[in-house]
């Protein structure tokens, strides 16, 4: 049975994976909004909405994970055509990429605000070339992995050069955070290897985005 | 001055007040919150108004405290700074 990129043994823990990614993005998120209301700076709306747009890509993939679970059930105690699975595979394919697109925007985001790029300029060159490099590519869930891993490694150095300066608590485990959402990324880039690479990625991801949300947590 | 400049000096003097234990003489705080004497008394007109800092006079002699509002600014200020610097976004 055609499912979503991982095992279907994994949909059920997959869908509950994603909304807590969803949740922890979304408190990023909403700290960041009140951050900018407090200081009323630029950066912390860029921040605030670069993580609105990671947040919603988790829900929107939480949603079509969801209802591939639902399809399979329901489809388990019926006769099932290629149709069924074809639908199914179809879902996966448009969920996956729609949350990918959100997810790289995002991304897109916060890596212009840590590489501090603010020349309009640069900022369309930048999404002209990952546009064309992503509707140009043979297999385009592959490439979009891989820009978004890349743009993981730009941001987590960042954080760790922000890590040096700083040396708190907060800031190590934010870089350790997002080191765990890249190695995820990573692992989701070996998925032709098997559909275990996407559980392997989800447990990462996922001791990822906690280190994140214990970071918020006041001491 | 650019506004997250502004804010992070308005959370300067109130720190000064806060370290002092609440209360100020404005000498005391001219001197520690490392402003000019204008714009200090530009900066403290401003946190009354927004009623953050209070005059006070006793036997002659002026101090300046932290209102309720002013310790409730600064707990936000320090979680939202904490917050800014955890993600390198200050």
Not at chain 2, 2 to 7: A, D, L, T, Y
Not at chain 2, 17 to 44: C, E, F, M, W
Request: glycine residues 6%.
């Amino acid at each position: 049975m055609v499912s979503s990129l991982g095992p279907s043994w994994f949909l059920e823990a997959d869908v509950i994976f994603d909304l807590i990614f969803f949740l922890v993005t979304g408190i990023v998120s909403w700290m960041g909004f009140r951050a900018y209301r407090f200081f009323k700076d630029e950066r912390h709306r860029q921040f605030a909405l670069g993580f609105f747009f990671i947040c919603s890509s988790y829900l929107l993939l939480a949603l079509t994970n969801l209802l591939i679970m639902l399809e399979i059930r329901r489809l388990t105690d019926l006769v099932y055509t290629w149709r069924d699975i074809i639908a199914i595979a179809n879902l996966t394919y448009i969920g996956s990429l729609m949350h990918a697109a959100l997810f790289l925007i995002g991304l897109t985001m916060l890596l212009f605000l840590y590489l501090q790029i603010t020349e309009k300029k640069v900022k369309l060159l930048v999404l002209i070339l990952v546009g064309f490099v992503i509707l140009h590519s043979y297999r385009t869930r592959a490439t979009i992995y891989a820009v978004t891993t890349i743009f993981l490694l730009f941001i987590l150095v960042q954080l760790a050069e922000n890590y040096r300066r700083k040396r708190k608590r907060s800031s190590l485990l934010v870089m350790l955070g997002f080191g765990g959402v890249f190695l995820g990324e990573c692992l989701l880039l070996a998925l032709f290897l098997g559909p275990i690479f996407y559980v392997a990625a989800g447990v990462t991801t996922l001791i990822g985005y906690l280190l994140i949300l214990a970071s918020l947590v006041r001491r | 001055m650019k506004k997250r400049e502004r804010v992070e000096v308005i959370a300067d003097i109130l720190q000064v007040v806060q370290r002092a234990g609440g209360k100020i003489k404005p000498t005391h705080l001219l001197y520690k919150a490392n402003l000019s004497h204008d714009a200090l008394k530009r900066y403290v007109d401003e946190l009354q108004k927004s009623d953050l800092l209070v005059e006070t006079e006793k036997g002659g002699k002026r101090t300046y405290a932290l209102t309720d509002k002013g310790h409730e600014y600064l707990a936000k200020y320090r979680q939202f700074k904490e917050f800014s610097d955890a993600f390198g976004v200050s």
